[in-house]
């Protein structure tokens, strides 16, 4: 079972960004994206159920960032918009198989046994 993360570069303030998440092996119930900048924790991103398309989101993206999946391809998005200095860090894809939508479950990384490798977000202001 293998995550692929892909979609990171440079963009300047206030631009765009889509990340994917391929999945490839299997199907999980519930998938995140978190991301690390240097010399800060892993933080929580958003999470997406995949069966009946819930999302959820951490207050620092909500209403700029949209977590979506594509049933067909396996893989989970990340569109990013709107994106601000702070958002810049190495953004990673993981997954579970648990379906407990708890928030508390929800954004705790140890919650997810799947990660993907990273894929490096840098905006520019």
């Known amino acids: 079972v293998q995550l692929q993360a892909s979609g990171g570069g440079l963009v300047q303030a206030g631009g765009s960004l889509r990340l994917s998440c391929a999945a490839s092996g299997r199907t999980f119930s519930k998938y995140a994206w978190f991301r690390q900048a240097p010399g800060k924790e892993r933080e929580f991103v958003a999470a997406i159920r995949w069966s009946v398309s819930l999302s959820y989101y951490s207050d620092s993206v909500k209403g700029r960032f949209t977590i979506s999946r594509d049933n067909a391809k396996n893989t989970v998005y990340l569109q990013m918009n709107s994106l601000k200095p702070e958002d810049a860090a190495v953004y990673y894809c993981?997954?579970?198989?648990?379906?407990?939508?708890?928030?508390?479950?929800?954004?705790?990384?140890?919650?997810?046994?799947?990660w993907g490798q990273g894929t490096l977000v840098t905006v520019s202001s």
């Open positions: 993981a997954a579970t198989g648990s379906s407990s939508w708890q928030s508390v479950a929800v954004k705790d990384l140890r919650e997810y046994s799947n």
